[in-house]
């Protein structure tokens, strides 16, 4: 809790807050509290906003809040890049939304494809062939 206070420190009348969080988690009263306080929309995972994978893990599908579906496509199936993907998405269309950006829909087929996080998933060349996976929390 202590920690979403301190990041919905962010939050700005008029302009949404996108959350990938779920209601459960113990940072999210606190976040919709100040949300609400200032009169910041949340768009929320789930909720507002909802993703699907498709071709195996790769092809990631965002249905907004505005009735829209936002898809791009990743380099390898893994469950948290697509949860992150799905989350950046939501906030090109809250940019969108505001006239911030424009939309964003029509780049964005191959968004992701060319993501490398250089020891993520990095296949090592040679023999023995290695893979290289430096995670750096539980969930990765």
């Keep these: 809790p202590a920690?979403?206070?301190?990041?919905?420190?962010?939050?700005k009348a008029g302009r949404a807050l996108v959350l990938g969080l779920e209601p459960d988690h113990p940072a999210f009263d606190a976040i919709a509290a100040r949300a609400a306080e200032v009169g910041a929309?949340?768009?929320?995972?789930?909720?507002?906003?909802?993703?699907?994978?498709?071709?195996?893990?790769?092809?990631?599908?965002?249905?907004?809040?505005?009735?829209?579906?936002?898809?791009?496509?990743?380099?390898?199936?893994?469950?948290?890049?697509?949860?992150?993907?799905?989350?950046?998405?939501?906030?090109?269309?809250?940019?969108?939304?505001?006239?911030?950006?424009?939309?964003?829909?029509?780049?964005?087929?191959?968004?992701?494809e060319d993501l490398r996080v250089p020891g993520r998933f990095e296949l090592l060349s040679g023999t023995p062939r290695a893979l290289l996976d430096g995670a750096h929390n539980d969930e990765a």
């Design 3 to 11: 920690i979403g206070r301190e990041k919905a420190g962010i939050a």
């Design 41 to 112: 929309p949340l768009r929320v995972l789930g909720r507002d906003y909802a993703y699907r994978v498709e071709d195996g893990g790769r092809d990631v599908a965002v249905e907004t809040w505005r009735g829209r579906t936002l898809r791009a496509r990743l380099p390898h199936a893994v469950p948290f890049h697509a949860r992150d993907l799905a989350i950046a998405l939501a906030l090109l269309e809250a940019a969108a939304e505001r006239g911030r950006l424009p939309d964003p829909a029509p780049y964005l087929g191959g968004a992701g």
